[in-house]
């Protein structure tokens, strides 16, 4: 599975963002979605995940309310729109694919795929 994912850029603190990351090869339906981000100097931290038929989700703490993942499996997309967007949220945010029903979605070994990353800033 190739995952690529697109939507980052540059946005004033408040303003929203939509990620999207497509797949390609694989079946897409047989694998659970989750979006990751990256800051610098920092540890790479779950941001949300989605189950393959999309109706069941998770966030981290600091995202909830704010972002929400979604899918298409038409389309073979994720989603993560974003908003009220703060500085800390500045990061290089990727899209990864794992097998249905391997626990926890904050497991980062777990997934399988990987996409590249987007960059995500936003400013004060």
């Known amino acids: 599975v190739q995952l690529q994912a697109s939507g980052g850029g540059l946005v004033q603190a408040g303003g929203s963002l939509r990620l999207s990351c497509a797949a390609s090869?694989?079946?897409?339906?047989?694998?659970?979605m989750g979006w990751f981000r990256q800051a610098p100097g920092k540890e790479r931290e779950f941001v949300a995940g989605i189950s393959w038929r999309g109706g069941n989700t998770d966030y981290a703490d600091s995202v909830k309310g704010r972002f929400t993942i979604s899918r298409d499996n038409a389309e073979k997309t994720v989603h993560l729109q974003m908003n009220s967007l703060k500085p800390e949220d500045t990061a290089v945010y990727s899209c990864?694919?794992?097998?249905?029903?391997?626990?926890?979605?904050?497991?980062?070994?777990?997934?399988?795929?990987w996409g590249q990353g987007t960059l995500v800033t936003v400013s004060s």
């Open positions: 990864a694919a794992r097998a249905s029903g391997s626990g926890s979605y904050y497991d980062i070994p777990t997934y399988l795929y």
């Open positions: 090869g694989g079946t897409f339906t047989s694998y659970a």
